[in-house]
C-alpha cells in the first residue's frame, strides 16, 4: 500500500448551495469517503449552510450600522467554523 503522502491530493469545495441544511453534510461525508476510497487525500472546503451567511451579516448590520470590517468578518467566519466542526 502507498504511503499516504504519495496519493494525490482532491479539493471537494461544498458550497451553500450544496449544504442547505444540516442533513446535508451527510452526503458530502458520503463524498468525501468516495474519493478517500478511491486512493486520494482529500480536502474539504466548506461554506456555512444555507443562507447562514446573509443571516450572520443582517445581524451584524442590526446591531451596528457600519460594523468594523474585522468584527464582521468573525461573526461570518462563525458559519463557516460550524459547517466544518459539524462535518
Known amino acids: 500500500m502507498p504511503h499516504s503522502t504519495d496519493l494525490p491530493i482532491i ?6 448551495s450544496v449544504l442547505t ?5 451527510a452526503n458530502a461525508v458520503h ?3 468516495r474519493w478517500n476510497r478511491e486512493g486520494f487525500r482529500v ?7 444555507g443562507k447562514t451567511t446573509d443571516k450572520l451579516l443582517a445581524q451584524g448590520h442590526h446591531y ?9 468578518a468573525s ?11 459539524l462535518l
Open 11 to 16: 479539493v471537494l469545495k461544498f458550497g451553500g
Open 21 to 25: 441544511r444540516e442533513h446535508d453534510l
Open 31 to 33: 463524498e468525501i469517503y
Open 43 to 49: 480536502v474539504a472546503v466548506v461554506s456555512a449552510l
Open 64 to 72: 451596528a450600522s457600519t460594523p468594523e470590517p474585522g468584527a464582521l
Open 75 to 85: 461573526l461570518v467566519a462563525t458559519g463557516e467554523a460550524t459547517s466544518a466542526a
